[in-house]
């Protein structure tokens, strides 16, 4: 069995190098005619039933209205009953033929269930199920006096994903719908201070990409969202901390964000509805994130080491033990021209 394996080692690699090099032309070709297609086949959600978890968060609510301006009817489910309500009116106003608000915790089972059961009874069916539910943390994992806030984090960042999921399956094979999925850049990304949050974002990558694989054609597609820094709860400060309660602390978010530029909600939006309409398999937004995603793959210890530097080690002759990604915002001007979309939020929501 060694020898096998050795055997395969030498003579795998190269010849799936030779034969990638052979197809690639033919792929790229394929591939441009397929985004052809697709830009000009692009799916009409007018009338369509969407779920949307997760719907009172910034993102959320920017998905809803973009699917509201198209025509679709919303289902929009969080733990936020008042937003909810208030949003599935604004809804209405946007051009939704209909919206209901329906009040949920993802994390548990039984609610996912009973949502699903609740929109089949009152629609019949299920076109999109879009899962955008999550909670972020704003700490290093060492710091943790136990392991109760990253329970929390796995059971809604990842199982908050699945269980909504496993009961729209059947009705969503019935209509050949779609599943969106928000998994973030921190699924690919290892961002410090989110250890659980992108062990759970990667978990939810993996098990869609696979159950992709598993499902085939049996539905419309699965595409995988990736968003870096954009409008949040979390760009405003928002986070559970490491005794897993939610805290509100914009210089953490300072330190946690640092010095790259927070982007508007509603362009993710629109970023998302258009890959989904074209049955795209993935999503990133901001694209130039993609460079990390290179370097994630090609110089994995030089990513590492710009990390650590940035986010994690104390700014050089800084008293308070403050990460460069911190002391970088305190030049002046920096952090209104990064920060814009975030800081008109936390005066919007004042």
């Known amino acids: 069995m060694d020898l096998l394996q050795r055997f395969l080692n030498l003579v795998i690699p190269p010849t799936a190098l030779c034969v990638l090099l052979v197809l690639w032309p033919a792929l790229t070709v394929r591939s ?17 039933i969407v779920a949307i978890t997760g719907a009172s968060s910034k993102l959320g609510q920017a998905l809803a209205y973009q699917y509201a301006k198209r025509g679709a009817v919303l289902i929009v489910i969080s733990l936020d009953q008042e937003k909810l309500r208030e949003l599935a009116e604004n809804c209405k106003k946007w051009g939704a033929l209909d919206a209901r608000a329906i009040r949920a915790d993802v994390s548990k089972e039984e609610d996912c269930n009973r949502f699903i059961d609740e929109i089949i009874n009152q629609y019949g069916s299920l076109d999109h199920l879009v899962n955008n539910a999550g909670i972020p943390e704003g700490f290093l994992f060492q710091e943790s006096p136990d392991l109760a806030a990253s329970r ?44 659980m949050g992108g ?24 595409t995988i969202v990736t968003p870096g820094w954009i409008e949040s709860e979390m760009t405003m400060g928002k986070f559970i901390n490491r005794k897993g309660n939610i805290a509100v602390r914009e210089d953490m978010r300072d330190q946690q964000v640092g010095p790259l530029p927070i982007a ?8 998302i509805i258009h890959g ?8 990133r937004f901001p694209y130039w994130y993609t460079t990390f995603l290179l370097y994630r793959v090609f110089a994995p210890e030089v990513l590492d080491t710009l990390l650590r530097v940035i986010y994690v080690l104390p700014a050089p002759g800084r008293k308070d033990r403050a990460p460069l990604s911190k002391v970088l915002l305190e030049l002046p001007g920096l952090k209104t021209l990064l920060y814009g979309p975030s800081i008109r939020s936390v005066h919007e929501s004042s």
């Open 32 to 48: 441009i005619g397929q985004r052809l297609f697709k830009v000009v086949f692009k799916e009409n959600v007018r009338g369509k």
């Open 276 to 283: 989904v309409a074209r049955g795209d398999r993935y999503v």
């Open 152 to 195: 929390h984090i796995m059971e809604t960042n990842f199982w908050g994903y699945v269980y909504p999921t496993i009961h729209a399956l059947p009705h969503l094979k019935r209509s050949r719908g779609k599943i969106v999925v928000n998994a973030s850049v921190v699924s690919w990304l290892p961002f410090p201070r989110l250890s």
């Open 199 to 222: 062990a759970a974002k990667a978990a939810v990558a993996n098990f869609f990409d696979t159950l992709r694989v598993e499902l085939g054609t049996s539905i419309g597609g699965i």
């Open 264 to 271: 508007y909600a509603e362009d993710c939006a629109k970023a």
